[in-house]
C-alpha cells in the first residue's frame, strides 16, 4: 500500500523511559537500564480506517496513543503523518496544524473536563486555541456542530451547563465533542467506553462509527476489551510488552488468531455463551513482566504454554499468516 | 427458586428490604422492597448498572451500610435469625465470620505500611481470639490456598501486583471461615487473564468451603462465567432472577434482554450492540409504576402507572406486566 493510502504510519517507534539509578549505582558506574514501553512497532491507519489497538495494562498501548497526539516523545523509530515525519517536530507552532487533524479522546470523563468551565467552553477551548475561528458566531455554530454530532441534542441546551450537571454519558460525549470540534481526520480515542455503563457504551459507539461514515474520519480504538475491538475495528493490533505480537483483520484475529498471546486473551475474555468455540489451551499463568525486564528471546516465551528453545534464544519477526495478517511467533510459520 | 420448601434450607433471606439515604433532608431511596434467598454454597450474580442498588444490598447483608442509610421497611435473616443491619455495634460479630467482602480495590482496602501477613492474621487474633504465632500460621495457611507462596506474606502491598494483592484480599476475606463472601467487582479493575485467574480460584474456594458466592458486578459475561444463579437490579428493584443458563438464552424483562444485546458477542455475528434508549434513571424523581418503563421499548399503558411486582415465572421470577398477563393467558389457555 502507498504510503499516501495511509493517514499514519509509524515505524520501529520506541520510547524508553530511563531508570534513574540511585547515586550508588552512579558511583560504582553501573548502566542505568530503561522502562521499554514501547520497543519497535510497526502500524499503519488507513484513511477512514478504525484500528484497534489491544493490550494489557503496561503493554504500552496508551504510550502509543500518547506519542501520536505528541503527548509523548519517541526515542526511536519514525512517525509519518501524511507521509510527513513528525517524530522530531515539537515547536509548538510547527504542531497547531497537526493538532488541528489528530485529536484525543480520554478515558476518565470526569476528569478530562474542567469542572469550572461550561459546556460551551470546554468544546470551544480548541477552537479558539488553534484559532479556527473568526468570530463569535463561527464559534457558536462550530460548537453547536460539534455537540451535535456527539449526539447531544438539541446542542443550545448544553451551553450554559456545566460537567457535574450531565449524566456520565453525557460527559463522555462533551469529550468528544470536544474532540470533534476542530474535525480532525485521525481521533485517538483511549479506552473512551470502559468507564461507562453497559447500556451507554453502544451509543457512544455509534457515534464513533457515524463520524467513519459521515466524515471518513480514522479512529485508532485503544482497549483492552477483545470482543469491543472486534465489533468496532476494521483491523485489531494486540500488544504485548512493547511490541506487536498478531496483527490482522478484526475477523481473523478473532476467529483464527495465530498467536498464542492473541488465543490467551480470547480464552480469557468472559463470554455469555459459555466454553463453546473455545480453544482447547491451558490458562496463562503468571502476569505481564515488568518493561524495564524484558525477557530474552520471544517476550512472551516465559508464560507461553507452547514455547520451546528456539523461543528462549531468538526474537521471532513478523511472520505473515494471512492476507496482511502477521504472527511474530516462530510456531506461525 | 424462592418457594417454600426451600425457606427453611436457606442461609440467607432478605424480606422486602427498603434501604433510604439522606441527604441534606432529601432523601432518596438506594432500594426498594428487595428479596431473594440464598442457600449455602450458591453462586448468585448481583448485576446493575451505577445506582441500581447492587451495592447497597450487598452492604446491607455484609452489616456495613454507611451511616446516612437508613433501613425504612424489610429485614435480612440469616439462618433464620434477624440481623440488625442498622445497627453498626451489633453487627459486628456477624462481619467477617459469617459474612465477609472481597473488595474492588486492593490497593485502597490494603494497608501499605503493614506486611499482608499480618493484614490476614488481625481479624483471626481479634475474631477467633487466636494468638499472634496461630494466627501467623493460619495467615500462611490461608496465603497458600489463594495460590500464593506463604513466604510472600513478608511483602508489602506495593510489591504485589494488582492480581497477587486481590488474591490478598481473598485469603482476608476467607479468614474468619464465613459462609457468605461478596465479591464487589473483584475482578474489575484488573486484565482479563488476571480476571480469568481470580475467578477459576473464587470457583475453586467455593466448592471446596462450600462457600456462598455474591457477586456483584455491572458485567453479564463475568456473572455467565462462574454463577449458578443471577439478578438483575434496575433503579433499586430485582427486575429478573433466575438461572443463569436460563437468563441469558431466554431472558424475560426487557431490560435484561437489552442489557445482553448491548454486550458484543462474536458468537452471534457481526451486529452493532444495540444501545438502551434513554438515560439512567435519577432517584430522586423515580419513575411512576414500573421503574424501567420511560426507557423500555415494549412499556404498555399499566406499566406507566402500576408497579409490576417480582413474580414466580417459570424456574425464576421477572417483574414485569407483559410478562404476567402473557402467562396468565397461556394459564387460562392451558385451563
Given at each position: 500500500?502507498?504510503?499516501?493510502?495511509?493517514?499514519?504510519?509509524?515505524?520501529?517507534?520506541?520510547?524508553?523511559?530511563?531508570?534513574?539509578?540511585?547515586?550508588?549505582?552512579?558511583?560504582?558506574?553501573?548502566?542505568?537500564?530503561?522502562?521499554?514501553?514501547?520497543?519497535?512497532?510497526?502500524?499503519?491507519?488507513?484513511?477512514?480506517?478504525?484500528?484497534?489497538?489491544?493490550?494489557?495494562?503496561?503493554?504500552?498501548?496508551?504510550?502509543?496513543?500518547?506519542?501520536?497526539?505528541?503527548?509523548?516523545?519517541?526515542?526511536?523509530?519514525?512517525?509519518?503523518?501524511?507521509?510527513?515525519?513528525?517524530?522530531?517536530?515539537?515547536?509548538?507552532?510547527?504542531?497547531?496544524?497537526?493538532?488541528?487533524?489528530?485529536?484525543?479522546?480520554?478515558?476518565?470523563?470526569?476528569?478530562?473536563?474542567?469542572?469550572?468551565?461550561?459546556?460551551?467552553?470546554?468544546?470551544?477551548?480548541?477552537?479558539?486555541?488553534?484559532?479556527?475561528?473568526?468570530?463569535?458566531?463561527?464559534?457558536?455554530?462550530?460548537?453547536?456542530?460539534?455537540?451535535?454530532?456527539?449526539g447531544l441534542n438539541p446542542p443550545g441546551d448544553f451551553f450554559a451547563r456545566f460537567p457535574h450537571e450531565l449524566s456520565g454519558g453525557q460527559r463522555q460525549r462533551v469529550v468528544i465533542a470536544g474532540a470533534l470540534a476542530v474535525k480532525p481526520e485521525l481521533i485517538v480515542a483511549d479506552e473512551p467506553v470502559s468507564m461507562l455503563d453497559v447500556s451507554?457504551?453502544?451509543?457512544?459507539?455509534?457515534?464513533?462509527?457515524?463520524?467513519?461514515?459521515k466524515h471518513n474520519m480514522a479512529l485508532l480504538f485503544i482497549t483492552h476489551d477483545l470482543p469491543l475491538a472486534w465489533l468496532i475495528a476494521d483491523r485489531i493490533a494486540v500488544l504485548y510488552l512493547g511490541k506487536l505480537v498478531e496483527i490482522g483483520s478484526a475477523d481473523e484475529i478473532t476467529f483464527q488468531p495465530r498467536h498464542p498471546y492473541t488465543?490467551?486473551?480470547?480464552?480469557?475474555?468472559?463470554?455469555?455463551?459459555?466454553?463453546?468455540?473455545?480453544?482447547?489451551?491451558?490458562?496463562?499463568?503468571?502476569?505481564?513482566?515488568?518493561?524495564?525486564?524484558?525477557?530474552?528471546?520471544?517476550?512472551?516465551?516465559?508464560?507461553?504454554?507452547?514455547?520451546?528453545?528456539?523461543?528462549?534464544?531468538?526474537?521471532?519477526?513478523?511472520?505473515?499468516?494471512?492476507?496482511?495478517?502477521?504472527?511474530?511467533?516462530?510456531?506461525?510459520? | 427458586?424462592?418457594?417454600?420448601?426451600?425457606?427453611?434450607?436457606?442461609?440467607?433471606?432478605?424480606?422486602?428490604?427498603?434501604?433510604?439515604?439522606?441527604?441534606?433532608?432529601?432523601?432518596?431511596?438506594?432500594?426498594?422492597?428487595?428479596?431473594?434467598?440464598?442457600?449455602?454454597?450458591?453462586?448468585?450474580?448481583?448485576?446493575?448498572?451505577?445506582?441500581?442498588?447492587?451495592?447497597?444490598?450487598?452492604?446491607?447483608?455484609?452489616?456495613?451500610?454507611?451511616?446516612?442509610?437508613?433501613?425504612?421497611?424489610?429485614?435480612?435473616?440469616?439462618?433464620?435469625?434477624?440481623?440488625?443491619?442498622?445497627?453498626?455495634?451489633?453487627?459486628?460479630?456477624?462481619?467477617?465470620?459469617?459474612?465477609?467482602?472481597?473488595?474492588?480495590?486492593?490497593?485502597?482496602?490494603?494497608?501499605?505500611?503493614?506486611?499482608?501477613?499480618?493484614?490476614?492474621?488481625?481479624?483471626?487474633?481479634?475474631?477467633?481470639?487466636?494468638?499472634?504465632?496461630?494466627?501467623?500460621?493460619?495467615?500462611?495457611?490461608?496465603?497458600?490456598?489463594?495460590?500464593?507462596?506463604?513466604?510472600?506474606?513478608?511483602?508489602?502491598?506495593?510489591?504485589?501486583?494488582?492480581?497477587?494483592?486481590?488474591?490478598?484480599?481473598?485469603?482476608?476475606?476467607?479468614?474468619?471461615?464465613?459462609?457468605?463472601?461478596?465479591?464487589?467487582?473483584?475482578?474489575?479493575?484488573?486484565?482479563?487473564?488476571?480476571?480469568?485467574?481470580?475467578?477459576?480460584?473464587?470457583?475453586?474456594?467455593?466448592?471446596?468451603?462450600?462457600?456462598?458466592?455474591?457477586?456483584?458486578?455491572?458485567?453479564?459475561?463475568?456473572?455467565?462465567?462462574?454463577?449458578?444463579?443471577?439478578?438483575?437490579?434496575?433503579?433499586?428493584?430485582?427486575?429478573?432472577?433466575?438461572?443463569?443458563?436460563?437468563?441469558?438464552?431466554?431472558?424475560?424483562?426487557?431490560?435484561?434482554?437489552?442489557?445482553?444485546?448491548?454486550?458484543?458477542?462474536?458468537?452471534?455475528?457481526?451486529?452493532?450492540?444495540?444501545?438502551?434508549?434513554?438515560?439512567?434513571?435519577?432517584?430522586?424523581?423515580?419513575?411512576?409504576?414500573?421503574?424501567?418503563?420511560?426507557?423500555?421499548?415494549?412499556?404498555?399503558?399499566?406499566?406507566?402507572?402500576?408497579?409490576?411486582?417480582?413474580?414466580?415465572?417459570?424456574?425464576?421470577?421477572?417483574?414485569?406486566?407483559?410478562?404476567?398477563?402473557?402467562?396468565?393467558?397461556?394459564?387460562?389457555?392451558?385451563?
Amino acid at each position: 500500500m502507498p504510503d499516501t493510502a495511509n493517514i499514519l504510519q509509524l515505524e520501529s517507534l520506541q520510547v524508553h523511559f530511563p531508570i534513574q539509578g540511585g547515586l550508588f549505582d552512579r558511583v560504582l558506574g553501573r548502566p542505568a537500564g530503561a522502562v521499554r514501553a514501547v520497543d519497535g512497532i510497526d502500524l499503519s491507519v488507513g484513511r477512514g480506517e478504525i484500528v484497534a489497538l489491544v493490550g494489557e495494562s503496561g503493554s504500552g498501548k496508551t504510550t502509543v496513543g500518547r506519542v501520536i497526539t505528541k503527548l509523548a516523545q519517541p526515542t526511536g523509530g519514525k512517525m509519518l503523518f501524511e507521509g510527513r515525519d513528525m517524530t522530531s517536530v515539537q515547536r509548538a507552532s510547527a504542531l497547531r496544524p497537526y493538532r488541528h487533524r489528530v485529536q484525543m479522546i480520554f478515558q476518565d470523563a470526569y476528569q478530562a473536563l474542567n469542572p469550572r468551565h461550561t459546556i460551551f467552553d470546554i468544546v470551544a477551548e480548541p477552537l479558539r486555541s488553534l484559532r479556527l475561528v473568526d468570530n463569535r458566531k463561527q464559534l457558536a455554530d462550530r460548537v453547536s456542530e460539534a455537540l451535535a454530532s456527539a449526539g447531544l441534542n438539541p446542542p443550545g441546551d448544553f451551553f450554559a451547563r456545566f460537567p457535574h450537571e450531565l449524566s456520565g454519558g453525557q460527559r463522555q460525549r462533551v469529550v468528544i465533542a470536544g474532540a470533534l470540534a476542530v474535525k480532525p481526520e485521525l481521533i485517538v480515542a483511549d479506552e473512551p467506553v470502559s468507564m461507562l455503563d453497559v447500556s451507554i457504551r453502544a451509543q457512544i459507539l455509534q457515534v464513533l462509527v457515524d463520524l467513519r461514515h459521515k466524515h471518513n474520519m480514522a479512529l485508532l480504538f485503544i482497549t483492552h476489551d477483545l470482543p469491543l475491538a472486534w465489533l468496532i475495528a476494521d483491523r485489531i493490533a494486540v500488544l504485548y510488552l512493547g511490541k506487536l505480537v498478531e496483527i490482522g483483520s478484526a475477523d481473523e484475529i478473532t476467529f483464527q488468531p495465530r498467536h498464542p498471546y492473541t488465543v490467551a486473551l480470547l480464552n480469557a475474555t468472559p463470554q455469555m455463551g459459555g466454553d463453546a468455540g473455545r480453544a482447547e489451551v491451558p490458562a496463562l499463568q503468571g502476569e505481564v513482566p515488568s518493561a524495564a525486564r524484558v525477557p530474552k528471546g520471544c517476550r512472551f516465551h516465559p508464560r507461553c504454554p507452547l514455547a520451546f528453545d528456539r523461543c528462549r534464544q531468538e526474537e521471532p519477526p513478523p511472520i505473515e499468516v494471512g492476507p496482511k495478517h502477521l504472527a511474530a511467533c516462530w510456531l506461525a510459520n | 427458586m424462592i418457594d417454600s420448601s426451600h425457606h427453611k434450607a436457606s442461609l440467607l433471606e432478605v424480606d422486602g428490604l427498603s434501604i433510604d439515604y439522606g441527604l441534606k433532608g432529601i432523601s432518596s431511596r438506594a432500594i426498594d422492597g428487595v428479596s431473594f434467598a440464598l442457600r449455602a454454597g450458591e453462586a448468585v450474580g448481583l448485576v446493575g448498572e451505577s445506582g441500581s442498588g447492587k451495592t447497597t444490598t450487598a452492604m446491607a447483608i455484609a452489616g456495613l451500610l454507611s451511616p446516612n442509610a437508613r433501613v425504612s421497611s424489610g429485614e435480612v435473616r440469616y439462618r433464620g435469625n434477624r440481623l440488625p443491619i442498622d445497627d453498626d455495634a451489633a453487627m459486628r460479630p456477624h462481619r467477617w465470620t459469617e459474612t465477609s467482602v472481597v473488595f474492588q480495590g486492593a490497593m485502597n482496602a490494603l494497608n501499605p505500611v503493614h506486611r499482608i501477613v499480618k493484614q490476614i492474621a488481625e481479624p483471626c487474633m481479634l475474631k477467633l481470639g487466636m494468638s499472634r504465632g496461630e494466627a501467623t500460621g493460619r495467615a500462611r495457611e490461608l496465603l497458600e490456598l489463594v495460590g500464593i507462596p506463604a513466604d510472600r506474606g513478608a511483602a508489602y502491598p506495593h510489591e504485589l501486583s494488582g492480581g497477587m494483592r486481590q488474591r490478598v484480599m481473598i485469603a482476608m476475606a476467607l479468614a474468619c471461615r464465613p459462609s457468605i463472601v461478596i465479591g464487589d467487582e473483584p475482578t474489575t479493575a484488573l486484565d482479563v487473564i488476571t480476571q480469568a485467574q481470580i475467578l477459576k480460584l473464587l470457583g475453586e474456594l467455593r466448592s471446596q468451603l462450600n462457600l456462598a458466592l455474591i457477586l456483584i458486578t455491572h458485567d453479564l459475561s463475568v456473572v455467565a462465567e462462574c454463577c449458578d444463579r443471577v439478578m438483575i437490579m434496575y433503579a433499586g428493584r430485582i427486575v429478573e432472577d433466575g438461572a443463569v443458563s436460563e437468563i441469558f438464552a431466554k431472558p424475560k424483562h426487557p431490560y435484561t434482554r437489552l442489557l445482553i444485546d448491548a454486550i458484543p458477542n462474536p458468537a452471534n455475528g457481526k451486529k452493532m450492540i444495540r444501545p438502551i434508549p434513554g438515560d439512567p434513571p435519577n432517584l430522586l424523581t423515580r419513575p411512576s409504576g414500573c421503574v424501567f418503563h420511560p426507557r423500555c421499548p415494549s412499556a404498555i399503558g399499566i406499566c406507566a402507572t402500576e408497579v409490576p411486582s417480582l413474580e414466580k415465572c417459570g424456574q425464576g421470577r421477572v417483574a414485569c406486566h407483559l410478562h404476567r398477563s402473557s402467562q396468565q393467558d397461556r394459564v387460562s389457555v392451558h385451563a
